[in-house]
T-cell receptor, first 113, second 112 residues
Framework: ETGVTQTPRHLVMGMTNKKSLKCEQH?????MYWYKQSAKKPLELMFVYSLEERVENNSVPSRFSPECPNSSHLFLHLHTLQPEDSALYLC????????????FGQGTRLTVV | GQNIDQPTEMTATEGAIVQINCTYQ??????LFWYQQHAGEAPTFLSYNVLDGLEEKGRFSSFLSRSKGYSYLLLKELQMKDSASYLCAVRDIRSNDYKLSFGAGTTVTVRA
């Protein structure tokens, strides 16, 4: 248990669906991150929020839309995804952006059909 | 961006030692991290190096040479539970912004 909780753990969605991934941390951290992990590929940083403000968007397609309503919660809204978006989506948090340790959630295994 | 290279797979015997190398190229180095990830689980933090030298933490040690762009993770007295993927990640600073990039990971298989 890392203190970072993601739901759902598994999600299957059609290309026309709209769904949301949720991440919650109660570690008192100020920075939260979304990563994408595809098979045999490096973890790709998607979005960074620091003090609830988006500070980084790494050229992620607009079909992925993040939301950070408060410092403990982070969402990733999904719509009109493609099969190549199937991957493990990981949320992480850290005290701040100069952290020496980040804590990851268990991830959501997303399959787009 | 960073180029982070680590071997894809390594196999070792229970009780042995394994060294996982990581090389990187970056312009504003600000720390190197090692994470362990068991299949289907979250990555968990193992070590952080920002200065040259060896950091020892129980059975795991991590080494950094900034001038060579090189790090290794040393796993001693291997146990079956050490079978996992080991991720090398490098953080650098560009334009007062932090960037963290991961290698593709090294899958370590420990055999009895």
């Amino acid at each position: 248990e890392t203190g970072v909780t993601q739901t759902p753990r598994h999600l299957v969605m059609g290309m026309t669906n709209k769904k949301s991934l949720k991440c919650e941390q109660h570690l008192g951290h100020n920075a939260m991150y979304w990563y994408k992990q595809s098979a045999k590929k490096p973890l790709e940083l998607m979005f960074v929020y620091s003090l609830e403000e988006r500070v980084e968007n790494n050229s992620v397609p607009s079909r992925f839309s993040p939301e950070c309503p408060n410092s403990s919660h982070l969402f990733l809204h999904l719509h009109t995804l493609q099969p190549e978006d199937s991957a493990l989506y990981l949320c992480a948090s850290s005290q701040d952006r100069e952290y020496t340790e980040a804590f990851f959630g268990q991830g959501t295994r997303l399959t787009v059909v | 961006g960073q180029n982070i290279d680590q071997p894809t797979e390594m196999t070792a015997t229970e009780g042995a030692i394994v060294q996982i190398n990581c090389t990187y190229q970056t312009s504003g180095f600000n720390g190197l991290f090692w994470y362990q990830q068991h299949a289907g689980e979250a990555p968990t933090f193992l070590s952080y190096n920002v200065l040259d030298g060896l950091e020892e933490k129980g059975r795991f040690s991590s080494f950094l040479s900034r001038s060579k762009g090189y790090s290794y993770l040393l796993l001693k007295e291997l146990q079956m539970k050490d079978s996992a993927s080991y991720l090398c990640a490098v953080r650098d600073i560009r334009s007062n912004d932090y960037k963290l990039s991961f290698g593709a990971g090294t899958t370590v298989t420990v055999r009895a």
